[in-house]
């Protein structure tokens, strides 16, 4: 699961749990950009992010933290951290997690063709969505789409194996820019995040705080 995680929140861990259980993924890693392409460079710089995520997921043993895209200096292409990863775990199979958002938008991502010559593609989406059936996101359904959970612990995802997996989470209206907003007219960002960095989130995003180093 990549993302700017600014800040980490209950909207990403809360369904990355949920998928290890109703999935039975071994671990979830959470891998925080550091050249985001395809929105607002982040507000909180990259030492806090991560130092955030790693909090948040202390303790829970499915969770790890990959800085791969932190120690990259090029832009965090998820399809360069799949090529990455694949050849790290050679025949592991292998799955992008992906709010609805993130995949109906999949098609303006570097190479965006490919992700699925290297990984699964996992969409966490709220009860009752109905899936595209037209466009460029349709065809891309067409022979990918799997129902069957076997598929993706059995079928590493080489060159065309790539399976598309639909899965329903709790719906959590959380996002990272309504905690900053939250904090920055002075609220409390209490029970949206982690109370292990709830002070320091505070302290970061508060009013006038234009970066936080």
């Keep these: 699961m990549g993302g700017t995680f600014d800040p980490v929140h209950f909207g990403h861990l809360r369904p990355a749990l949920e ?37 948040a997921v202390e303790g829970v043993t499915q969770f790890v933290v990959d800085l791969r895209e932190v120690e990259r200096e090029s832009p965090s292409w ?8 694949s050849a790290e775990f050679p025949g592991r199979p292998l799955s992008l997690i992906l709010g609805m958002d993130a995949f109906l938008q999949i098609e303006s991502w570097h190479r965006w063709q490919e992700l699925l010559d290297h990984a699964h593609i996992v969409v966490t989406h709220r009860p009752g969505f109905q899936t595209p059936g037209e466009g460029e996101i349709g065809k891309l359904l067409q022979g990918r789409k799997s129902e069957r959970i076997e598929e993706l612990h059995q079928t590493p995802a080489t060159i065309g194996g790539g399976r598309i997996f639909f899965h329903p989470v709790t719906p959590l209206d959380i996002s990272s820019t309504g905690i900053r907003a ?10 949206l995040l982690p109370d292990s960095i709830r002070e320091d989130v505070i302290e970061c995003y508060q009013v006038n705080h234009k970066e936080c180093n």
């Design 78 to 85: 998820m399809v360069v951290t799949l090529e990455s990863l």
């Design 19 to 55: 998928l290890c259980e109703a999935l039975g993924f071994e671990r979830v890693c959470f891998i925080p950009n550091r050249v985001p392409v395809h929105r607002e460079q982040p507000v909180a710089s990259l030492e806090k992010r991560v130092h955030w995520l790693q909090s």
């Design 182 to 191: 939250v904090v920055g007219r002075g609220g409390d960002p209490r029970f």
